[in-house]
């Protein structure tokens, strides 16, 4: 089989489905930002808010990833985040996206669809109120 965009894109999509929990969506009800953001990192044994020139990385998992942690809707400004957090870091992007109801999985599909194409690929991973559940 040749390797074409639409194997990347299948194989992101998987990459990402893989790399989930299991949780569930629906009405979730939400938590600040920071609440996710301070689960994901302490699971991955990150360092929360690492200070770069321009700004701060929400999650620095040490010779891995720059990871921006951000609310489904807001997925394009995690994907520009964590190139530049990940330019002045040198490590790998990563995007951990919060999904909190069955309509926030359109833009998981929108945010696999821009980075098909980046190298490096970014890392995805989805955060849900089931992740602080079983961060706790």
């Not at 969506?25 to 600040?32: F, N």
């Not at 980046?118 to 559940?133: E, F, H, K, Q, Y």
């Amino acid at each position: 089989m040749r390797w074409n965009s639409d194997c990347t894109f299948q194989a992101l999509f998987i990459f990402a489905i893989l790399l989930v929990p299991f949780w569930e969506t629906g009405d979730a009800i939400s938590q600040p930002e920071s609440e996710y953001n301070r689960v994901f990192c302490d699971q991955h044994g990150g360092v929360m808010e690492y200070v770069v020139d321009g700004g701060r990385v929400d999650c620095l998992i040490p010779g891995r990833y720059a990871v921006e942690v951000e609310r489904a809707h807001k997925w394009a400004e995690a994907v520009g985040q964590s190139k530049f957090y990940s330019i002045r870091t040198g490590e790998t992007p990563g995007i951990a996206l919060i999904i909190l109801s069955d309509k926030d999985w359109k833009y998981l599909v929108r945010l696999l669809e821009t980075i098909q194409h980046d190298n490096p690929l970014p890392a995805v991973w989805v955060i849900s109120n089931s992740t602080l559940s079983s961060g706790k």
